[in-house]
């Protein structure tokens, strides 16, 4: 099993950037394809980008596509979520998962407790 910590979150101007990380505990962390996910207010949870075990293969939603960079450091057990030129369409929490084998998307395992995003116009 595995447990996630997210941070970075904040108030951001549009146009702005924030860098969202988030901590896993547990030895196998180079073992879990991992993906981050954000929900908005009245809407359901939506994907966002997702990483494989390696680091090697991305994949992002279109919406997110040439503004976020998804990354991982397996020597620190941590994922992250660069996020340039926000929208405030982009404010949500914003959720880090995980799940074990080859796949790296939908759906997930494991998840944290999310991080706000809020993105001011």
């Known amino acids: 099993q595995v447990q996630l910590v997210e941070s970075g979150g904040g108030l951001v101007q549009t146009g702005g950037s924030l860098r969202l990380s988030c901590a896993a505990s547990?030895?196998?962390?180079?073992?879990?394809?991992m993906g981050w996910l954000r929900q908005a207010p009245g809407k359901e949870r939506e994907f966002v980008a997702g990483?494989?075990?390696?680091?090697?293969?991305?994949i992002y939603a279109d919406s997110v596509k040439g503004r976020f960079t998804i990354s991982r450091d397996n020597a620190k057990n941590t994922v992250y979520l660069q996020m340039n030129s926000l929208k405030p369409e982009d404010t949500a929490v914003y959720y880090c998962?995980?799940?074990?084998?080859?796949?790296?998307?939908?759906?997930?395992?494991?998840w944290g407790q999310g991080t706000q995003v809020t993105v001011s116009s």
């Open positions: 998962a995980s799940k074990s084998g080859s796949s790296w998307t939908p759906p997930y395992d494991y």
């Open positions: 547990g030895r196998a962390f180079s073992g879990y394809g």
């Open positions: 990483i494989s075990r390696s680091g090697g293969l991305t």
